[in-house]
């Protein structure tokens, strides 16, 4: 079936380091990749997104790229903070369904 | 995104009894969506709602049941039938928009246990 896949499950990173996660999704037709952060027992928050018909997209420290060939999509957080610890969550879809990945667990060491 | 509230935080249920978690929103999405999250896991969806009296099975729907009667409810009723129903509950919701997908946007949670 769909699916999405999400590595490392774990990430750990000096203050001011970069972090990429990559994750790579099966449905040819998913359009629409999403990332959220969800810190401990809160819920889960869009921090940037993108649709199938641009190849990157950037937002400050955050940037998402896009590879619908390959089918793989990455997340980059420059000058990384302490407050930049948490899970972060891919996601994939079209109409408006998303199947999610399992989760990497970002910590930021001071 | 205080436009979407769950009810209640936490929530204990004991053998044989259904319990139901509410889902409110006031952002005027269409659809709604209930997830399950366990520790170490991505969400897993149970059911969704493209629009009121219509919802469609996700992919872990068995032992659970939704309605949806109204624009602004969606709330979800774990059954006796769920063996296992310890874990965190989302729901979310998705406006239509311009240009295509638009994001979900989550509520706060309502973490189940087992009495």
């Known amino acids: 079936g769909e699916n999405v896949e999400q590595h490392p499950s774990t990430l750990s990173v000096q203050e001011g380091d970069s972090a990429v996660i990559k994750c790579t999704y099966s449905?040819?037709?998913?359009?629409?990749f999403p990332w959220y952060k969800q810190e401990l027992g809160k819920r889960p928050q869009l921090i940037i997104d993108?649709?199938?018909?641009?190849g990157e997209k950037k937002d400050q420290r955050i940037a998402v790229t896009l590879n619908k060939t390959a089918k793989h999509f990455s997340l980059h957080i420059t000058e990384t903070q302490p407050e930049d610890s948490a899970v972060y969550f891919c996601?994939?879809?079209?109409?408006?369904?998303?199947?999610f990945g399992k989760g990497t667990k970002l910590s930021v060491k001071p | 995104d205080g436009g979407i509230t769950q009810s209640p935080k936490y929530l204990f249920r004991k053998e044989g009894q259904n319990v139901t978690l509410s889902c409110e929103q006031n952002?005027?999405?269409?659809?709604m969506y209930w997830y399950r999250q366990d520790p170490g896991q991505g969400l897993r969806l149970i059911y969704y709602?493209?629009?009121?009296?219509?919802?469609q099975k996700g992919d872990i729907a068995e032992g659970y049941s939704v309605s949806r009667e109204k624009k602004e409810s969606f709330p979800l009723t774990v059954t006796s039938a769920q063996k296992n129903p310890t874990a965190f509950y989302l729901c979310?919701?998705?406006?239509?928009?311009?240009?295509?997908?638009?994001?979900?946007?989550f509520g706060d949670g309502t973490r189940l246990s087992i009495l």
């Open positions: 449905d040819s037709a998913s359009n629409y």
């Open positions: 709602s493209q629009i009121v009296n219509d919802f």
């Open positions: 979310a919701s998705r406006g239509q928009g311009k240009g295509g997908n638009q994001p979900q946007h």
């Open positions: 996601a994939g879809g079209s109409q408006g369904n998303l199947i």
């Open positions: 952002l005027n999405h269409d659809a």
């Open positions: 993108i649709r199938s018909n641009v």
